[in-house]
């Protein structure tokens, strides 16, 4: 195989950022593509194999400029980067970081960080209703919540509403306490965060308080007519098929519509169907609806975060891997095949 180096030019004040912290990303790029890559003064020489040396010189020229336009590069836009070349498909993060949604009350911009996610965010501006499906970490509620309060300040919409199912995790957790609105903040805290960090605290308590801004429980929807809104159904997997259906015939004019979950990740008791599922296969052919569907590859959180919704995807994948259902009482079920009584009480 033929062997040969090639040198890239990188600005002295992006280097660090393009390099990352102790090399890393340099190093990541070298265990990836199996090339050789040293640094003198700006001039970054590349050693390898012709087609793997001709990948790396194209994502460091990708990263350069990415570096140019004051991006902090992270873990996962190498990881994605790299992806994307493997597939012929160069200067990907370049396209996406053409387009910025918002920015945070800090002043950091949010953008799509992959192709998924700028697929989601045009289908958003596009389509009347969209179902935002994938794993935990793929940027589904935040970006719908960021698309949301762009259409609100720019008074394209008269309020925001986000709602959710309110069901526990795979646990039982009694009764809380305190009012209603303490009852259900809990099951809405994603949501919260989501407008603390792009609206900041104090302009989301105000708005909120003039009713402009809406956090409920999904229970609180039915009877109700929502005209120039934008809403958010949060884990549509946890809905029920009545509760879906209520829920998309709220819709009123001027109005747009995310729905946001991850089949994979149902909290319903066994047995109980999810209005998430029933909702594809009842209106994928509907126009002014669509579905994006992401990935591990869409997912922005810790690196590992990503290597673990992958583990997860392939095992599901495999039809001799079940995995075990844990929501049943298999001491009640031992029981009630005995025909014995599962109270604590003395038979009657």
Known sequence: ??????????????????????????????RQLQVSIADRNGEVRISGS???????????????????RGNIIQEQNVDYAIAMSME???????????DCICHTVSGKPVKAKTLGQKQYVDAIRDNMIVFGLGPAGTGKTYLAMAMA?????????ER???????????????????????????YLRPLYDALHQIMGAETFMKNMEKGLIEVAPLAYMRGRTLD????????????????????????????????????S??????????????ALKVLHNIEGIAFCKMTSRDVVRHPLVQKIV??????????????????????????KRRGKGTGYGKKQ
Do not use: C, W
């Open 88 to 98: 012929e498909n160069d200067d990907v993060l370049l396209e996406i970081d053409k």
């Open 50 to 68: 012709k087609a793997h040396v001709n990948k790396a010189k194209a994502i460091i020229r990708e990263l350069t400029e990415f570096s140019m």
């Open 160 to 186: 925001i509403i986000l709602t959710r199912p309110a069901i526990e995790a795979g646990e039982k957790l009694g009764f809380l306490p305190g009012d209603l609105q303490s009852k259900v903040d809990p």
């Open 310 to 335: 992958k583990a997860y995807e392939d095992y599901e994948s495999n039809p001799r891997n079940r995995l075990v259902d844990y929501s049943v009482n298999k001491g009640s079920e031992r029981n």
């Open 265 to 278: 990740q149902k909290d319903l008791a066994p047995g109980v169907a999810s209005g998430l599922d029933v």
């Open 228 to 263: 120039n809104a934008y809403i958010i159904l949060d884990e549509a997997q946890n809905t029920t098929p009545a509760q879906m259906k209520m829920f998309l015939t709220r819709i009123g004019f001027g109005s747009k519509v995310m729905i946001t979950g991850d089949a």
């Open 1 to 30: 195989m033929e062997e040969i180096s090639e040198i890239v030019q990188v600005p002295m004040e992006d280097e660090q950022n393009i390099f990352g912290q102790f090399d890393s990303h340099i190093k990541k790029l070298e």
């Open 149 to 157: 309060i762009t259409a609100f300040k720019d008074q394209e919409v």
